[in-house]
């Protein structure tokens, strides 16, 4: 089922966001002065997280100096340095796991497309963060996704991005059993050191004695990914070059157009909106 993108959202619920859409407003006729990103969803998640205990100081102190910095009535020297700054270091505090995600996207934005990157729904991001500092299961989940693609450094990694979305697919699974069957079923996570085990043991409360059972998630990837994959990038860049190219020249390009509009489907056509610009706001 379509689920919207908590950090796509534009109608700001925190001060921070607020900051941001008075911002916003006052500088619209002012590109160069009026910031492009980030959304007023990612600001509102990361002041809502600075509030939690155990975030640590860090992150409101940013989270203060980016909003001090957003009522100022002008735009001086520096102003988009200094809070993009402030924005760039709170963004990987208080969202891990998506703050890789839109990293790694930008890697080939323009240029070429993975299938990969796409998958990861932001909505069920925002989710796994959310529950991670009360989950310590889910808190493993994300920190596993995260070491995965820090291995990418500043290449293109596509093995470590799919081995971030097992990881991941790995994540969902869980939480799926874990809540529907909340009081008539336990699931536990296999160390992932021991390859030889499922990922995951599990009890069956309703039947006396309980069962146990197993369950191993396989993900689905294409054939030969290893080669596939980088070959399916290497074209994509050769297919934009060529794009590129008939643009340069006055040609016209089609393009595909989303059929469906409806807003609750929001974070599939746009699933990294700090990748954009915002939209301007009424």
């Not at 910095?69 to 891990?96: D, H, S, T, V």
């Not at 693609?149 to 979305?165: C, I, Y």
């Not at 079923?185 to 006396?208: K, N, Q, V």
């Not at 008939?246 to 599939?268: E, I, M, W, Y």
Request: aromatic share 10%; proline share 7%.
């Amino acid at each position: 089922m379509p689920r919207s993108n908590p950090y796509a959202d534009i109608a700001p619920r925190t001060a921070l966001g607020r900051a941001l859409v008075a911002h916003i407003r006052r500088f619209r006729p002012n590109k160069l002065k009026r910031l492009g990103y980030p959304s007023i969803g990612t600001l509102d998640t990361i002041a809502s997280r600075a509030t939690r205990s155990g975030m640590g100081t860090k992150l409101s102190v940013e989270c203060r100096a980016m909003r001090l910095l957003l009522i100022q009535p002008y735009c001086y020297a520096g102003f988009k340095e200094r809070f993009l700054a402030a924005y760039n270091r709170a963004f990987l505090l208080a969202c891990p796991l998506y703050a890789r995600i839109v990293r790694e996207s930008h890697k080939l934005s323009g240029v070429s497309f993975d299938y990969t990157l796409p998958l990861f729904d932001p909505a069920l991001v925002h989710a796994l963060e959310e529950e991670a500092p009360s989950d310590p299961t889910i808190e493993a989940f994300v920190k596993d996704i995260v070491k995965r693609l820090d291995k990418t450094k500043g290449w293109v990694d596509t093995r470590a991005w799919r081995q971030a979305f097992e990881i991941y697919s790995e994540a969902l699974i869980y939480r799926m059993i874990r809540d529907a069957g909340r009081g008539k079923i336990t699931i536990r996570r296999f160390p992932e050191a021991d390859a030889s085990t499922p990922d995951f043991i599990c009890e069956l409360l309703t039947c006396t004695p309980p069962k146990t059972f197993y369950i191993e998630v396989k993900t689905f990837d294409i054939v030969d990914a290893d080669q596939r994959h980088d070959e399916m990038i290497d074209e994509g860049i050769l297919t934009q070059d060529d794009l590129d190219k008939h643009v340069a020249a006055g040609k016209r390009v089609a393009c595909q157009t989303p059929l469906n509009r409806d807003p609750s489907f929001s974070s599939k056509r746009d699933p990294f909106p700090d990748a954009h610009f915002l939209p301007l706001l009424a």
